[in-house]
């Protein structure tokens, strides 16, 4: 990837993360998956304690990475809410209820990827 290509993903996760975090998204986890899958850069994993707020916790990403012009490729699992998915090509973000988060288990399975601190991803001041 070159890069002005990871500069727009890691700007695309800091607004995910931003708009997780808006709507209370818990445990929110950043995988550099770049250097392990071709499927993007990186996953974004959070939970949410209930249907209602899973919806809410991608509506917000929806809206917000749309108004910096990211739209995604693919999204499933909106109507059940249980592990929401949404492909943004070089993100991929996962939101679930806390409990098909712990089945699972993302991050175990994707352990080759690194994590990422989310921190880094906050926007200063």
Do not use: P
């Not at 939101?95 to 989310?118: H, P, S």
């Amino acid at each position: 990837m070159s890069k002005d290509g990871k500069n727009q993903s890691e700007e695309m996760v800091r607004l995910a993360v931003s708009a997780l975090e808006e709507k209370k998204g818990e445990d929110v986890r950043v995988i550099d998956i770049s250097e392990v899958s071709v499927l993007g850069d990186y996953f974004i994993i959070a939970s949410g304690s209930n249907a209602n707020q899973v919806q809410a916790m991608t509506d917000n990403v929806e809206e917000t990475l749309g108004r910096a012009g990211y739209f995604y490729k693919h999204k499933e699992g909106y109507q059940t809410a249980n592990w929401i998915l949404m492909d943004y090509g070089d993100i991929i973000v996962h939101v679930f209820c806390r409990e098909d988060r712990l089945f699972y288990d993302l991050e175990r399975i994707w352990r080759d990827g690194k994590m990422v601190d989310v921190g880094q991803f906050h926007q200063e001041g």
